[in-house]
């Protein structure tokens, strides 16, 4: 059986332009484009993002994977959506799967691979990186990550908020991801270690909507969804900057 190759591509944190060459190469000739997206009524935002480096001839397929914690439920999505991209891939034809971000950096990818490869042993996968959104924000605020000897510690929140605080207590760069509802809750930390005005906070990266602040007060009261697709970057502890 002559089976294709699937190709999981970064796409980057929003702005098209920061999709790599190799990828964009291989959207513009892609015949088979899956994209995840939230829910089956709303946009995929990695799709929006690509939509201008794809050919007129590509054949985009939706894969919806609920924003749920039930591992169960999740599973059963990964391997629907598996089997519906070996069932290309055993025509012959390549695919393309997108994701924000970097490929294997807390990304639907990884979960995806894992299942495509449970289902179809035999399958081929190029795995392409993408620029990951705390690079992306690091550029837009002049905010350095990793000075030195400074260790780098990427965090992401989780409702009770432990790993925060104690990230907070060390030293070096803190990246904070998966903001999403614990924005507030994230604030409080910050204030708690006298870190927020060691802070800067981006929304939608490179995106029309894109939010950027410095001053991170700013953020107290506001909705929920404010934190949504969003990255904080702190400067914790005492070490030389």
Known sequence: MNIGTLY??????????LITVKGVKLLASCKHLFVPKARMKSESVALDIVKGHLNGNTQVHELV?????????????WDESARAIAEILKTGSDA?????????LYSTYIYLLRALKNVLPEVKT??????????????????????????????????DLTAVENALKGEGTV?????????????????????????????N??????????????????????????????HAGKGER
Do not use: H, W
């Open 126 to 159: 190029v795995t392409v990186p993408g620029i990951t959104a705390f690079s992306a924000v690091a550029a837009l605020t002049d905010f350095p990550v990793g000075e030195a000897k400074e260790p780098v510690t990427i965090i992401p929140a989780a409702d």
């Open 175 to 203: 990246v904070l991801m998966k903001i999403g509802k614990r924005l507030q809750g994230i604030l409080d930390c910050l204030e708690k270690a006298g870190a927020i005005d060691d802070a800067v906070f981006v929304a």
């Open 65 to 77: 994977f609920p924003m749920v914690t039930d591992k169960t439920e999740l599973m059963k999505k």
């Open 8 to 17: 999981g591509i970064g796409v980057g944190p929003g702005d098209p332009d």
């Open 205 to 234: 990266a490179g995106m029309e909507d894109q939010r950027l602040e410095t001053d991170l007060r700013k953020l107290r009261n506001e909705k929920p969804e404010t934190g949504y697709l969003s990255i904080i970057l702190v």
């Open 96 to 104: 393309c799967f997108i994701t924000l971000g970097d490929s294997m």
